[in-house]
């Protein structure tokens, strides 16, 4: 995937992603010229040729991650947020992500953290995660194609999280990576994995932080006319926090 190089706004906020500043950008608004979008340095206003504004910036992280190719379905970024937040993961933390899948939890931990080590079993998917992890320039991950069940190679980790069919599995292989007191959080869609996978832990001496699920509604406001949006981000996946004790 080509990397985007300007994003550009609307006035309704619909933001616009230019990828090639040696052609002509066409879009709902008009047509930019080449020469306007390669004038622009940090930010700025560029116009099309209806006389529509449009401002324009560089990319940010954010920005780059939404347009991240996708294969399975990612976690989303409100479920991605609590991982960081309940787990305190920063700058110097050391994290192992196990279900790569795309890469977009991998990525959007890379950007906190200090490395992650990233398992995923299928190739195809592997694949996929390789390119969006180039794409983002996370230098910080490495991607492993290994089956977690079978073992996770690393030691010590401050965190490590299970995007996984099955994760009561590797349950073993993360307490073996784990530095005491450090977190194994599992992401799953049903409430059943969830109970296997709590059995299993407790089992290896893992104690039961919490499990939630977190529901985002968000709001129209124009004027003095508010009210939700008809459509809903509602149950995703369920979050288990565990934490290594012996």
């Excluded at 790569?100 to 991998?106: R, V």
């Excluded at 059995?199 to 939700?228: C, D």
């Amino acid at each position: 995937m080509e990397e985007i190089k300007l994003v550009l706004v609307s006035g309704s906020g619909k933001h616009l992603y230019v990828r090639n500043l040696n052609q002509d950008y066409h879009c709902q608004y008009g047509v930019i010229k080449k020469e306007d979008l390669k004038g622009v340095s940090g930010s700025g206003i560029v116009k099309t040729n209806k006389g529509v504004e449009l401002p324009a910036f560089k990319p940010s992280f954010i920005d780059v991650f939404r347009k991240i190719r996708r294969a399975p379905q990612v976690i989303p970024a409100k479920d991605m947020g609590s991982i960081i937040a309940e787990t305190g993961m920063g700058k110097d933390s050391v994290v192992v992500d196990a279900g790569t899948g795309s890469g977009a939890l991998a990525i959007f931990m890379a950007n906190i953290a200090s490395k992650i080590i990233t398992y995923e079993e299928r190739q195809d998917f592997a694949k996929i995660a390789a390119e969006n992890i180039n794409l983002l320039k996370a230098k910080n991950v490495l991607l492993k194609n290994k089956n977690v069940y079978e073992g996770i190679d690393e030691r010590n980790a401050d965190v490590v999280t299970f995007d996984l069919p099955e994760p009561w599995k590797g349950v073993g292989a993360a307490s073996a990576a784990l530095k005491p007191g450090g977190f194994l959080v599992s992401y799953s869609p049903t409430i059943p994995q969830v109970c296997d996978m709590l059995t299993a832990a407790k089992e290896k001496g893992f104690i039961h932080v919490k499990t939630i699920e977190i529901t985002e509604r968000e709001w129209e406001i124009e004027n003095r006319i508010v009210r939700p949006k008809s459509q809903t981000i509602g149950h995703s996946g369920f979050l288990t926090f565990l934490r290594k004790i012996k």
